[in-house]
């Protein structure tokens, strides 16, 4: 049982939680809480941590499910103290595990789903959000109304973030995504796919309902308080705006995103 902070392997938590550069070093990331760690793939598990009074109550059989499924891994006990010192939460679950961050291939991904004619591919489009809940948020919600994968800029709020990963609820599991160095040439790529895409703007944009997304579709989502970048709006097949009543002037980005992906899906299931 580790019973001190000065341990290394709490000093490596630390980073992993608290620095995005010791995460990338590392390629690795935390999921904390019961649920983020038995649905974590298997292949992704590197590390669990659990504290004494976790194990005390699955020992008790009152989890009994989530008991066997710790006995999969070799895992390390911290105190209860040390586990409140590495947690990022104000009242831990007591079990948290390190996973290795997954590869996608942006390019062949989008082939793949461009080349199946029975599915129109529907994709998110992210440039520099920086609200770690609406970045989980959207990746939640995609996964409920059917998004293929979530693409991002560089500047966008990190997806390996604790609080991005607690608020996917488990989509980041689920959900292919992508970190581009350039938006605009990814829109040009997916384009020449035939892939059309829809930008979140109230220039001369249509109604958000108007257009037909039960072909190829991706939305664009710019930041939350500048929107999108000009040569970045440039690039899109059409604008579309959500029409706002009263004196309400937008949402946010990630009420936004699900209103549209909730569209596309409520599209694609009329059209079966």
């Not at 938590?13 to 038995?38: N, S, Y």
């Not at 529907?122 to 989980?136: A, F, I, K, S, T």
Request: a neutral charge; aromatic letters at 8%.
């Amino acid at each position: 049982m580790i019973s001190s902070t000065t341990n290394s392997k709490v000093k490596h938590l630390v980073a992993l939680i608290h620095k995005p550069k010791a995460r990338a070093e590392a390629q690795c990331f935390v999921a904390e809480g019961t649920r983020m760690f038995c649905e974590a793939p298997t292949d992704w598990m590197k590390e669990v941590y659990v504290s004494e009074s976790f194990l005390r109550r699955c020992e008790r059989n009152e989890n009994a499910e989530i008991r066997c499924i710790l006995n999969r891994y070799p895992y390390e006990v911290l105190t209860d103290t040390v586990f409140q010192k590495v947690s990022d939460t104000q009242t831990p679950q007591g079990v948290l595990c390190v996973l290795s961050m997954p590869q996608y291939k942006l390019t062949e991904c989008v082939e793949k789903w461009t080349d199946d004619i029975k599915k129109a591919p529907l994709l998110v489009l992210l440039e520099d959000l920086q609200d770690p809940g609406n970045l989980g948020t959207i990746l939640r919600t995609g996964e409920g109304a059917g998004v293929d994968g979530v693409i991002m800029t560089k500047q966008t709020a990190d997806i390996f973030n604790p609080k991005v990963i607690r608020a996917t609820m488990g989509s980041i599991y689920r959900i292919p995504f992508f970190i581009v160095d350039s938006l605009t040439e990814t829109i040009v790529f997916l384009k020449k796919k035939g892939v059309a895409v829809y930008a979140a703007h109230l220039d001369n944009s249509v109604a958000y309902d108007e257009p037909d997304y039960t072909q190829p579709t991706a939305f664009l989502i710019g930041n939350e308080g500048s929107g999108l970048q000009r040569e970045t709006a440039k690039c899109a097949t059409q604008y579309i705006k959500i029409p706002m009543a009263g004196q309400v002037e937008s949402l946010n980005a990630a009420m936004a995103t699900t209103i549209l992906v909730y569209e596309a899906a409520r599209q694609k299931r009329k059209n079966i």
